[in-house]
């Protein structure tokens, strides 16, 4: 009787069956393999983080030691940014050519070598070589860790995992700042010397780390090595369908048939150095323009908006603050690099949930207000003949609140998105291009502060950053669509438009429920169509 009546039903279980599948997808389980490859890909963020956050306290030893003039402690303090400039632009070629993996065995060992340099220098010029060359180190370090990380991310955690070289950031200037700390009772001749050479410990870490690495699975495409890459991509993916997904549109933007599924395949010529910026700079469609003004203009605002000069120079802020002892400014540094940290880590759990532009707007708009009472309340001390406690107490509480909400937002976001939104045939020279304003605006600001306080004060020097903080959420608004959710290959359809890029979304969400609603009418008729006849 039961078999009877399953038999009689059994169009109706059919139908049931193929309702069913519209059911929504389950979230996909957190890909441990991919955190796993990010994780240790942004330990080359350590580096730039480790020299920022020793810097700032080095710096205060260095200048007693060596009995060099505030204009060279601007310059030393600043110039590893610009030197690093030769790193990122040659880390581009470099990741095309021996692959995003090596490319940070080379960072590593650069910067090593710079760490060592610093470490054992004698005179002021052997200091600026030893800069030199950990600041190439830090440039090959600053391009290849996003882009290996959006590389090997899932769509559906890219933002966390992309995410990851910010942290690292934060984690190396925090440890830059417990070093300081601890090296600081050392002799004055011997103490900088220490913060500086230490910091040939996390590249080596680095150098080990890479042995546990798979390679880049869009470059193993790039190279014709389809096998490799499968293999990368199935470890990397949520599910076994979207590695197929993501194969497919990565074999379609090098160029490659669909319909080849060799483990090694010959590659279609790649544009030239030459074409590359032919195609990103000289003749760019709508779309790349509008891919290259939001990629370089975050990466300009994120330092323009003033984080270097906070962080680098935080001893002095917090000594024009009231705070005298260096072991005192030391200690308070280190607070400011554990909020840095743990606001950090609390972003890149919001990035995939909350998207790039509600938290990146927040977050601009809390560091304008932030930096406006931080110089309201270094001026009224400036200009005031006694100890104002709430002044005080103002200014060091702006400090921590301009770097936290720096971190939930700009920091992150900055790395995370000008690493997704390029091309894959323009990516490695895009991100470079972003690396290089980067370090530009960087080293501009910190190589002008102590200067600009002398000139407008140090409350008029956080004004202006104000000001630029506020320009950046204008620019932000404008022009900067959303990517959360998108994979590397769809991107580029979000851009073209510039401030009209709202309305080509809107389109773009109407296309995909129209199709959406005809693949569901679609397979719900199949579904109708099969089921037989009930006999009465």
Not at 298 to 326: E, M, N, T, W
Request: aromatic residues 10%.
């Amino acid at each position: 009787m039961a078999d009877e009546k399953l038999a009689t039903n059994n169009g109706q279980v059919a139908q049931i069956a193929s309702i069913q599948d519209f059911d929504p997808p389950k979230k996909p389980k957190t890909n441990k393999y991919a955190i796993a490859c990010s994780f240790l890909a942004s330990l080359a963020s350590i580096l730039l983080g480790y020299d920022i956050g020793v810097m700032s306290g080095a710096i205060i030893y260095i200048q007693k030691d060596l009995h060099i003039s505030d204009t060279k402690v601007e310059i030393l303090v600043g110039i590893l940014n610009v030197y690093s400039l030769f790193g990122s632009v040659a880390a581009g070629p470099t990741s095309d050519w021996i692959g995003r993996r090596y490319t940070m065995v080379v960072a590593a060992a650069i910067f090593f070598a710079g760490a060592l340099l610093m470490g054992f220098a004698t005179t002021y010029a052997f200091l600026m070589v030893g800069r030199f060359v950990a600041g190439v180190g830090v440039g090959y370090a600053l391009m290849v860790a996003p882009v290996y990380t959006a590389e090997v991310s899932p769509a559906s955690s890219r933002g966390f995992l992309t995410s990851f070289p910010e942290v690292f950031i934060n984690g190396g200037i925090l440890l830059g700042y417990v070093s300081n700390f601890a090296f600081s009772k050392l002799p004055t001749h011997l103490s900088w010397r220490f913060m500086l050479g230490i910091g040939a410990v996390p590249s080596v870490l680095l150098a080990v780390s890479v042995l546990a690495m798979p390679e880049s699975p869009r470059w193993l495409v790039m190279q014709g090595r389809l096998g490799d890459a499968r293999k990368v991509l199935n470890k990397t993916s949520d599910s076994l369908e979207e590695a197929q997904l993501r194969l497919a549109d990565i074999k379609e933007a090098a160029g490659i048939s669909e319909h080849c599924n060799d483990d090694i395949v010959q590659v279609p010529k790649r544009p030239k150095g030459d074409s590359v910026w032919k195609e990103l700079i000289f003749s760019p469609t709508p779309a790349i323009r509008h891919i290259l003004i939001t990629g370089v203009g975050i990466h300009f605002f994120q330092q323009a908006s003033g984080i270097d000069a906070v962080v680098l120079y935080s001893p002095r802020i917090f000594k024009k603050a009231g705070i005298h002892a260096d072991h005192d400014q030391l200690l308070c540094t280190i607070a400011v690099g554990f909020v840095k940290t743990i606001f950090i880590l609390v972003a890149t759990f919001m990035l995939d949930k909350s998207g790039r532009r509600p938290l990146l707007l927040t977050s601009i708009s809390g560091m304008v207000l932030s930096l406006m009472l931080l110089a309201t309340g270094l001026t009224i001390i400036d200009q005031s003949e006694q100890k104002l406690v709430w002044a005080i107490a103002l200014s060091i509480t702006m400090v921590l609140a301009y770097v936290a909400l720096f971190s939930i937002g700009m920091g992150p976001i900055t790395w995370v998105y000008s690493s997704e939104i390029f091309p894959l045939r323009l990516r490695a020279t895009g991100c470079s291009l972003g690396v290089a304003v980067n370090r530009v605006t960087s080293g501009v600001v910190s190589m002008t502060f102590l200067s600009l306080q002398k000139k407008i004060t140090i409350g008029g020097a956080f004004f202006l950053y104000a000001g630029l903080a506020a320009l950046a959420w204008v620019f932000f608004f404008t022009l900067m669509p959303e990517t959360q959710g998108r994979t590397l290959e769809d991107m580029e359809v979000l851009f073209g438009t510039f401030w009209k890029w709202r309305k080509t979304a809107r389109e773009l969400k109407e296309m995909k429920k129209i199709e959406k609603n005809g693949d569901d009418n679609g397979q719900i008729q199949m579904g109708a169509s099969t089921t037989p006849a009930i006999s009465s």
